[in-house]
């Protein structure tokens, strides 16, 4: 069984800018989630979905990260515009139901500078 | 509020020998989750080990126990017979549910050398 997918693997941006971050999930598992985890410290969750709707973005900041999940199946998180304090490694991971264990993804090391 | 306290931030250990990693929370619902994940220099969460609030036994998997006690709220990871492929970050996770499905609260890891 592969396991969550996530590209690209590393990425470099100066402030300002925008990226993107693509996340595949276990096949048939509708809950994905977001984190984001900044050197030294463990994961924070950022969103959750529930197949293609959001079921808890209360501490994504909003002014400059988004997310989708338009088919219930992949999905892609936006920074725009980067700050230097959003370099982070972002986590994905899904699991079969909200109540299951979360697998997680290689996770994406975004650097802004 | 959920919080969960890792206080080593490292720790060495001796090939073969057993290590304790710390992990204490404090949570007010009667009904959640401990878990342990071990992140190796990939960045890739692993699972480890999990133990339900109402679970009797400590859990255990292979070389890893969860020393499980509730009164004190802690959630230590044992792990015994350490091997050089053990280096890593681990860090300890609290599941609670709520109306979303499960939420996970991760502590800020230690990080555990093995020395050959």
Known sequence: ?113 | AQKITQTQPGMFVQEKEAVTLDCTYDTSDQSYGLFWYKQPSSGEMIFLIYQGSYDEQNATEGRYSLNFQKARKSANLVISASQLGDSAMYFCAMRRYNNAGNMLTFGGGTRLMVKP
């Not at chain 1, 693509?22 to 950022?46: D, E, F, V």
């Not at chain 1, 989708?68 to 892609?76: A, I, M, P, Q």
């Open chain 1, 1 to 113: 069984e592969a396991g969550v997918a996530q590209s690209p693997r590393y990425k470099i941006i100066e402030k300002r800018q925008s990226v993107a971050f693509w996340c595949n999930p276990i096949s048939g598992h509708a809950t994905l989630y977001w984190y984001q985890q900044i050197l030294g410290q463990g994961p924070k969750l950022l969103i959750q979905f529930q197949n293609n709707g959001v079921v808890d973005d209360s501490q994504l900041p909003k002014d400059r990260f988004s997310a989708e999940r338009l088919k219930g199946v992949d999905s892609t998180l936006k920074i725009q515009p980067a700050k230097l304090e959003d370099s982070a490694v972002y986590l994905c991971a899904s699991s079969f139901d909200s109540y299951n264990e979360q697998f997680f993804g290689p996770g994406t090391r975004l650097t802004v500078l």
